[in-house]
């Protein structure tokens, strides 16, 4: 019976380093009572991405900034912006027959510390939408 529980024991350790993408938070029931949902989206703002595109932009964004990436506690201001997702912008299109290609950009806006602008900070990706595998970076 020892023989089995090392292995065992070992397997169970392992499985902490595993961790599972945070889920979303979720507003009071109250908070949500004030919130009307329209039976419609306005136009104005309105941006419709594919299921394709938005998987393909997911994807590049996870290898990008991945989700359970820590902000170093020595990080400037500027540092702690660029380590968030909403400081970014994302485009995407087709390219040939499988491939979509993704680039990831600084939101000049997002991140307006003072000072020179944020440059030789991004990337374009080439993702298989076939496979969904990162083809090719470029930074």
Same mark, same amino acid.
């Given at each position: 019976?020892?023989?089995?529980?090392?292995? !065992?024991?070992?397997?169970?350790?392992?499985?902490? !380093?595993?961790?599972?993408?945070?889920?979303?938070?979720?507003?009071?029931?109250?908070?949500?009572?004030?919130?009307?949902?329209? !039976?419609?989206?306005?136009?104005?703002?309105?941006?419709?991405?594919?299921?394709?595109?938005?998987?393909?932009?997911?994807?590049?964004?996870?290898?990008?900034?991945?989700?359970?990436?820590?902000?170093?506690?020595?990080?400037?201001?500027?540092?702690?912006?660029?380590?968030?997702?909403?400081?970014?912008?994302?485009?995407?299109?087709?390219?040939?027959?499988?491939?979509?290609?993704?680039?990831?950009?600084?939101?000049?806006?997002?991140?307006?510390?003072?000072?020179?602008?944020?440059?030789?900070?991004?990337?374009?990706?080439?993702?298989?939408?076939?496979?969904?595998?990162?083809?090719?970076?470029?930074?």
């Amino acid at each position: 019976m020892k023989r089995g529980l090392l292995p !065992l024991l070992c397997l169970l350790s392992s499985c902490a !380093l595993f961790q599972k993408p945070p889920r979303p938070s979720h507003a009071s029931p109250e908070e949500a009572a004030a919130v009307e949902i329209p !039976l419609a989206l306005p136009l104005e703002g309105r941006m419709v991405v594919g299921g394709v595109m938005l998987r393909a932009m997911n994807l590049a964004m996870e290898d990008y900034l991945p989700w359970d990436q820590k902000v170093p506690a020595e990080a400037s201001p500027l540092q702690q912006c660029l380590h968030r997702r909403e400081s970014y912008e994302v485009a995407a299109a087709p390219g040939p027959e499988g491939i979509v290609f993704v680039t990831i950009i600084p939101d000049a806006s997002a991140c307006d510390i003072g000072g020179p602008p944020v440059l030789g900070i991004g990337a374009t990706y080439a993702i298989d939408v076939r496979g969904w595998r990162i083809l090719s970076v470029q930074q």
